[in-house]
């Protein structure tokens, strides 16, 4: 037998955190299990720096997280026993980076696609009030939205004719243009998948006589790369929308429940199916 690490990857919005009160509730007394029983759990979401410190001090963890779709980790120092390679220290975090920065993609947006400043408002020109009209979330957690390291994301205001000539033009600029529900973003070639696999290897490295396993649960199209990746993936259902179509089937799961209750229900099926066991047999590949 040799001993099996389990890492979970979790998007937040309508996964961890419910669609309407952005509330874990349901999901709390699952957290604690797994903080009991050692198993990291890795917030992988859209969301920017300055909204993870807040929300990972709300749910008392202390493990890497991934940021701004896939574009940045961030790793609490001596969460290994060395620094990894291709990382920068900044505060108490060793940071790997996928993604130019936002200043390279604004740049870009201002060179190079003036005939269309009319058509969008970007998260750097929207006043914090304008920009909590179009997102639904209070002062501070819009000016915490609005600290973007990475991605531009744009409100676009023109015709869809523009909006596919304007798409264009920045592929041609190679630019990673991503649909989101409210906003065009704006970036470089980086997902949620890419850094799930990245950081998994140096879990690898780290506790090298040990199997890796990780699990990923995430309700929308931005998570499928990461429910690729993973050797268990769990599709939270969500109220506002159907399960994004995955490639994959094999141990791959759908909630029957929605977002946090969805989250605990996946969990705890797994911790009934020892599926989070401390062993498995070697002669199994766990990928
Ligand atoms: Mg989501």
Known sequence: MRKLKTLIFSDLDGTLLDHYTYQSKAADKTLEQLKNADIPVILNTSKTFAELEIIHQALNLNTPFIIENGAAIYIPINTFNTQ????????????????????????????????????????STLSASALCKITGLNLDETERAKKRQFAEPLHWLGDDSTKKAFIDRLIYLGANVVQGGRFIHI????????????????????????????????????????????????????????????????????????????????????????????????????G
């Open 84 to 123: 990894p390679a291709d990382t920068v220290v900044i505060d108490n975090y060793w940071v790997k980076s996928f993604s130019l920065p936002r200043h390279y993609w604004l740049n870009l947006l201002a060179e190079h696609t003036d005939e269309f400043s009319r058509d969008y408002q970007s998260f």
């Open 187 to 286: 970036g470089d070639f980086c997902d949620k998948g890419q850094a799930l696999i990245w950081l998994t290897e140096r879990y690898r490295e780290h506790f090298d006589n040990l199997s890796i396993f990780t699990i990923a649960l995430g309700d929308g199209e931005n998570d499928i790369a990461m429910l690729e990746a993973a050797d268990i993936a769990v599709q939270v259902r969500s109220p506002v929308h159907d399960f994004p179509t995955l490639y994959r089937q094999y141990k791959t799961t759908q909630t029957q429940l929605f977002g946090p209750e969805g989250w605990a229900e996946a969990i705890q099926k797994l911790l009934a199916n020892q599926l989070l066991s401390p062993s498995i047999n070697s002669g199994e590949n766990h």
